[in-house]
């Protein structure tokens, strides 16, 4: 039997998946990218705003379609979308075969087992069985992965429905999360990638409410073969000056930091149980960058909250002007069921709601391409990723570029055989393409 793995949203989600592909291929399923392909697909679906349930919903019909014309003889539905609706989903997609929680990942085998013995599952184990560490087959390019150090939250924040999906935060044991990482290491990996729901609150729960994130990061470091290291998802209230100082002293750990505001109108993020307001994130963005030169900020905001005025509007854009944040995403609320939010009066207009959005990220694209603009005639450290048959160049990633979240950087005159993937290359940047780059390489550093 051959199996194939649709693994949508976050990069968590994406290490849930390759937990389940290594079981798989331990019980001796042959694995296959394409759904087409296989005689079993299973996706790891997202559930966390109205967009990602619409991709979600869409993926499992394309799937039921091949089930339909006999390419596929069995669907399963697991990972977000499965373990919030439960059985509405399996009510809403009958031709699935199995519909099981994110508790019930762990025995993939036995529900592949089950529904080609011709039995239909539908079944959510606790949450708290899905377990924290396992084998993983990696499914991103071979020179980088995500580090999974924690699943779950417990920030409460009072627009988001994942305490409600993936239960309380839970921090992989510190031993636990070494041990992986020296494995993914061993294993080829030069590029890691620190991930979590709040990555700051690590350790939190194992450490009487004080984060592990800076030890953790110095034990990292001190692993061989790693050359980038990179965290994301930093809630800003929980940014020490311990953190700072490990990220600005430690040469393997990238100058650029995610942290997700979501807005800066004090008002607005009390409604939403978030901390802060727009003085106090300018002293920490002011701090990061005195004490961590050439820091790139990424950050994500929220439009149409309903307590968002028009006024807390105009602060919102008027503070992403000022701090002209390096990267930048921006999405219209979603309004979620059982969540806080959902029950406040009034709920702003989804039209308006996506036009504040729009007319964010249109003035971030003027800010990107000045930010370009001011890269031109830099040299920069970049990650040769593939190679582009269209344009007929490589293409890679400078360390202010996130994979699968930020721009490229395609090398300009190169011969197709010219680098292998995973090499790390010195760039002069040459040109700008929107939110892409154009550089040559001056010098090679190493690779695999």
Request: aromatic share 8%; net charge negative.
């Amino acid at each position: 039997m051959i199996v194939s793995m649709v693994s949508l949203g976050c990069a968590k989600n994406l290490v849930d998946s390759e937990r389940m592909l290594y079981l798989l291929r331990q019980k001796g399923y042959e694995l296959t990218v394409e759904p087409g392909d296989a005689d079993i697909a299973i996706v790891n679906t997202c559930g966390f705003i109205q967009a990602a349930k619409e991709e979600a919903i869409e993926t499992i019909l394309e799937l039921v379609q091949l089930k339909a014309e006999g390419t596929l003889k069995h669907i399963i539905v697991t990972g977000c979308l499965a373990e919030r609706y439960k059985e509405e989903a399996a009510e809403l997609f009958p031709e699935v075969d199995a519909v099981v929680g994110i508790g019930d990942e762990a025995e993939i085998c036995a529900v592949l087992d089950r529904i080609t013995a011709g039995e239909r599952v539908v079944q959510f184990a606790p949450k708290c069985n899905m377990p924290l560490t396992g084998g993983r087959i990696i499914s991103t390019l071979p020179f980088f992965a995500y580090l999974k150090v924690a699943e779950g939250c417990s920030n409460g924040c009072t627009y988001c429905a994942i305490p409600q999906i993936r239960g309380k935060f839970r921090s992989v044991p510190m031993d636990e999360v070494l041990k992986e990482a020296n494995w993914l290491a061993e294993n080829g990996v030069t590029e890691l990638v620190v991930v979590a729901q709040d990555t700051t609150r690590y350790g939190e729960d194992l450490n009487d409410g004080v984060s592990l994130l800076p030890e953790l990061l110095r034990n990292l470091c001190k692993i061989d073969g790693f050359h980038w290291i990179r965290v994301l998802y930093c809630y800003p209230e929980r940014i020490s000056d311990e953190l700072i100082d490990v990220i600005a002293s430690e040469p393997k750990i990238v100058k650029y930091l995610d942290i997700p505001i979501q807005h800066c109108n004090g008002d607005v993020l009390r409604s939403m149980r978030r901390e802060g307001d727009a003085q106090s994130l300018r002293t920490l963005f002011a701090k990061l960058r005195d004490r961590i030169p050439d820091i790139t900020l990424r950050t994500t905001l929220m439009t149409g909250f309903p307590t968002e005025t028009e006024e807390a509007f105009t602060e919102l854009a008027e503070f992403a002007q000022e701090l002209k944040f390096e990267r930048m995403g921006c999405f219209a609320y979603s309004e979620e069921e059982n969540t806080p939010a959902a029950k406040m009066e009034p709920q702003i207009d989804e039209e308006i709601r996506q036009h504040r959005a729009d007319i964010l990220m249109e003035q971030q694209m003027n800010l990107a391409a000045q930010y370009n603009e001011n890269r031109l005639g830099t040299v920069t450290e970049a990650v040769i990723e593939g190679y582009d048959k269209w344009g007929e160049c490589w293409f890679g990633r400078t360390a202010a570029d996130a994979p699968d979240i930020d721009g490229k950087l395609f090398i300009a005159g190169t011969p197709k055989d010219g680098y292998q993937i995973g090499q790390y290359v010195q760039v002069k940047i040459t040109d700008i393409l929107d939110y892409d780059l154009m550089g040559e390489v001056i010098s090679i550093e190493h690779g695999e």
